[in-house]
């Protein structure tokens, strides 16, 4: 059974580039992106993970660690990750699990159920420091992923856990947030100093909180 919000994300030990890896040890106290590949050395992939060594420092500013996912051994990572350095400009700079023996891809329902079963489904997992999944996104194997909405969801995911607010569509960084319907308006006039606007009794906004 696939993992749902709220879930605790299963812990494990298994190979990868930078050799055995028990997750809950390697993620510690950070916010977690797991995301998995059909196999070693497809087009769509290579360039997400280029794409992911380049925007590491943006995940690191969060206090995000990324981690990726492939069935074959890590001996063909390695491989891989040099075609990735040379097409992508971009040197794999975080751990590329070797789940080999479909372990993770079990344990986290990543195998496609449509397809050869020795797939991996294209799977995003964002994980909390309390080992807490909070979104999941799996794509289809011709769509790359798009990591910039990964990290507009971050920025809400630890923001809404600071404040009494939630992100409307399309919000970024910075802009107004809404205002939780659970708090009254005069409890939003102690939390929200910047004021809020009612748009309806359900509907306020306010300022982005400092």
Known sequence: ???????????????????PLHFY????N???VLFSHPKDYTPVCTTEL??????????????????????DPADSHR????????????????????DHDRKVSDLYGMIHPNANDTLTVRSVFVIDPNKKVRLTLTYPASTGRNF???????DSLQLTD?????TPGNWRHGEDVIIVPSISNEEAK??????FKEQKPYLRTTPHPV
């Open 79 to 98: 491989g891989w990750s040099k075609d990735i350095e040379e097409t992508q400009g971009a040197k794999l700079n975080f751990p590329l699990i070797a």
């Open 148 to 154: 910039d909405e990964l990290l507009r969801v971050i």
């Open 1 to 19: 059974m696939s993992l749902r919000l709220g879930d605790t994300a299963p812990d494990f030990t298994q190979d990868s580039t930078e050799g």
């Open 50 to 71: 280029g794409l992911v060594a380049k925007m590491k420092p943006e995940f690191a500013k969060r206090g995000v660690k990324v981690i990726g996912l492939s069935v």
């Open 30 to 32: 950070s916010w977690v």
């Open 190 to 195: 102690q939390l929200f100093p910047k004021g």
């Open 25 to 28: 040890e390697w993620a510690g």
């Open 162 to 166: 600071k404040h009494k607010v939630a």
